[in-house]
């Protein structure tokens, strides 16, 4: 079955860029749409933004200036890059599959990384 | 921005009882709704697509109503292993969650 991970540094820099990769097991990234979403800590859930296979992303407008995503389809992995970081940025941060076209939900998530941004 | 607003935000509940969480939207999403269910340290778990669609493998004691501007997600008879925080996100436009209901033990 397919699974997600996430990895990445758990510790970054006020104004430095935030840098993860989620990799997918289990099946093939392709033809498929994958999102990042975090959590701060006892608080909800926020949608950072998704990308497909072939390249086209959808970013929150909210975060929108401080995103962009990639994929690697030889190595089954897709990332995110979150520039200028502060204390706001602090959460768990979840990959997750985005099932739908123009329309989606998440069926498929990993279990998470803590980022901490602090000097 | 469509804002999703959940009620209550905490409810107390013994392990037989029949839960009704609430999930209203800022305008009309039609159906495009899904049910999460998170708890603690881990990652959150689909439950329902489509305002009513039961994702696989879920019992069948979860059930989601609603469309338009309003939805409810409801637990027929609660179980010890469905003690956690709901979920509801939109996805007409974009994605956004509601802030969360924990169903805690009375």
């Known amino acids: 079955q397919v699974q997600l991970q996430e990895s990445g540094p758990g510790l970054v820099k006020p104004s430095e860029t935030l840098s993860l990769t989620c990799t997918v097991s289990g099946g093939s990234i392709s033809s498929h749409y994958w999102s990042w979403i975090r959590q701060p800590a006892g608080k909800g859930l926020e949608w950072i933004g998704r990308m497909y296979t072939s390249g086209t992303t959808n970013y929150n407008p909210s975060l929108k200036s401080r995103v962009s995503m990639s994929i690697d389809t030889s190595k089954n992995q897709f990332s995110l890059n979150l520039t200028s970081v502060t204390a706001a940025d602090t959460a768990v941060y979840y990959c997750?599959?985005?099932?739908?076209?123009?329309?989606?939900?998440?069926?498929?998530w990993g279990r998470g990384t803590l980022v901490t941004v602090s000097s | 921005d469509i804002q999703m607003t959940q009620s209550p935000s905490t409810l107390s509940a013994s392990v037989g009882d029949r839960v009704t969480i609430t999930c209203r939207a800022s305008q009309s999403i039609l159906t495009w709704l899904a049910w999460y269910q998170q708890k603690p340290g881990k990652a959150p778990k689909l439950l329902i697509y489509?305002?009513?669609t039961l994702d696989s493998g879920v019992p069948s004691r979860f059930s989601g109503s609603g469309s338009g501007t309003e939805f409810t997600l409801t637990i027929s008879s609660l179980q010890p292993e469905d003690f956690a925080t709901y979920y509801c996100q939109q996805y007409n436009s974009y994605s956004t969650f509601g802030q969360g209901t924990k169903v805690e033990i009375k």
């Open positions: 997750a599959r985005a099932w739908g076209g123009a329309s989606w939900y998440f069926d498929l």
């Open positions: 489509k305002a009513s």
